[in-house]
């Protein structure tokens, strides 16, 4: 299983970026689909994530400025970015979540630096 991340960079504050996760596996292999951040010395948080069936859920700090959407056909997951703020500075993360009844399995990509400069 493989999350390959791509579409990081720097940009300045009110820029825009979008990221895109492509899984080696059918995506339709997971329950739900998302994107993580983690700052130094920060926990990891959801940013978004997005369901099998397309329902989607947002961390509170980017309701109205990010959108999470997949490409079932491109086995693909993006992350549409607007109004970036410093504090969206962060390493991000695909994840993928198969679930098994009430257990779980997640697995990671390696990640994507986003960096606003304000």
């Known amino acids: 299983v493989q999350l390959v991340e791509s579409g990081g960079g720097l940009v300045q504050a009110g820029g825009s970026l979008r990221l895109s996760c492509v899984t080696s596996e059918n995506i339709f292999t997971y329950n739900v689909m998302g994107w993580y951040r983690q700052a130094p010395e920060k926990q990891r948080e959801l940013v978004a994530s997005i369901t099998r069936a397309g329902r989607t859920n947002y961390g509170d700090s980017v309701k109205g400025r990010f959108t999470i959407s997949k490409d079932n056909a491109k086995n693909t997951v993006y992350l549409q970015m607007n109004d970036l703020k410093s504090e969206d500075t962060s390493v991000y993360f695909c994840?993928?979540?198969?679930?098994?009844?009430?257990?779980?399995?997640?697995?990671w990509g390696q990640g994507t630096q986003v960096t606003v400069s304000s």
């Open positions: 994840n993928g979540r198969i679930v098994y009844g009430s257990a779980s399995d997640d697995f």
